[in-house]
């Protein structure tokens, strides 16, 4: 795993695994280890690029207004060669995930309402943790499957 802060974006991330990039974006007032668990979930399946927004966890700087987000996000991506990501966002940042898939190239995006951490939400079952597994890996393999644009 790599773990950075970008230096012109100031934004701090982790960087791990292989193939299609997910980039992960936290709720207000968490940062990018609320996404720990699922990243372990998905064992390197994927590319996990976790990311602490302007002002929160390790990412610098005050916060910035929502509409600067996306391209700060994207000039992250960028520098990291991860092109056309699946953009997930927690919260709040499911609205960033949908700004920056309006600006930039993505392959998908998703919104989750709940906390992904589960000290925060309560452990999930493991019955319904595989059957998340396995949505989450089978949309990447359809995202793989489609033509690029």
Known sequence: MATAAHTATRLAYDDEGAGTPVVLLHGL????????????????????????????GESGG?????????????????SLAAERPIVVGHSMSGGLAAL???????????????????????????ARASAARTRVRAGVADVREQPRA
């Open 62 to 78: 005050a916060p910035v207004p929502v509409e600067q987000v996306p391209a700060r996000l994207h000039e992250l991506l960028v």
């Open 100 to 126: 920056y898939a309006s600006a930039y190239p993505t392959r998908g995006l998703a919104s989750r309402q709940r906390p992904a951490h589960p000290a925060v939400r309560g452990a999930r079952p493991p």
């Open 29 to 56: 007032t968490f940062d990018r280890r609320s996404w720990r668990p699922i990243i372990e979930r998905l064992g390197g399946s994927v590319r996990s690029i976790a990311v602490d927004l302007p002002a929160h």
